[in-house]
Structure formats: C-alpha cells, structure tokens
C-alpha cells in the first residue's frame, strides 16, 4: 500500500478541476462574444439595382440591325454623316433622367 506524502495525488486533483472550470468559463466567454459580433451584411444600392434592370432590357432587346450598323460607318467614313446637336442633347438630357 502507497503512503501519501503531503496529500499530492489531491493537489493534482484541484489543479486539474481548476483548469477544467477556466476552460469552461473561456468558451462560454467565446460563445457569448460570438453572439455579440456583428454580422455580415450585404446592401444593393438603387444605382446597383438599376444598373441591373438596364441589362436585363439590354439582353431583351431585339437583336442589332448590322445592315443600318454597316450604313452609319460608311456615312461616317465618308463624312456624310451629320450630328444634330440639339436632337443629340436632348438624347443625353432624357438618357440622364431616366436614370434617376
């Protein structure tokens, strides 16, 4: 039969006990800051869902008309073809506020 000197094999004991709870309370610790973190968020800006919308009617737009496509570059080529200014800011101003 051992005999105990100075009651060691308990003060292992109580060591051991003492980091079990340490190590319980940390991780209730860890687990409560993570219920308190922020979490992510994403938000779409009404330019991001426009912008989106504006596609979706591009790709459902009837397909480009390549002969009128071939007569504007010949015309341009030439220098026939002329800029109506006034049509072509009033193009720019109804572009802008169909945008906003």
Same mark, same amino acid.
Request: glycine share 0%.
């Given at each position: 039969m #051992?005999?105990?000197?100075?009651?060691?094999s308990?003060?292992?004991?109580?060591?051991q006990?003492?980091?079990?709870?340490?190590?319980?309370?940390?991780n #209730?610790? %860890? $687990?409560?800051?993570?219920?308190?973190?922020?979490? /992510? $968020?994403v938000?779409i %800006?009404p330019?991001a869902?426009?912008?989106?919308?504006?596609q979706?009617?591009a790709?459902?737009s *009837?397909?480009?008309?390549?002969?009128?496509?071939a007569?504007l570059k010949?015309?341009?080529? $030439?220098? /026939?073809?002329?800029v109506? *200014?006034?049509?072509? #800011?009033a $193009?720019?101003?109804?572009f802008?506020?169909d945008?906003?």
């Amino acid at each position: 039969m #051992a005999i105990n000197i100075n009651n060691l094999s308990n003060t292992n004991q109580v060591k051991q006990q003492v980091q079990t709870k340490q190590q319980v309370s940390e991780n #209730a610790n %860890t $687990s409560q800051q993570a219920k308190l973190a922020p979490r /992510d $968020s994403v938000s779409i %800006t009404p330019q991001a869902k426009q912008m989106t919308e504006l596609q979706k009617k591009a790709a459902d737009s *009837p397909v480009l008309n390549q002969k009128k496509i071939a007569e504007l570059k010949d015309a341009i080529a $030439s220098g /026939d073809y002329k800029v109506n *200014p006034e049509k072509l #800011a009033a $193009s720019i101003a109804n572009f802008e506020f169909d945008l906003n």
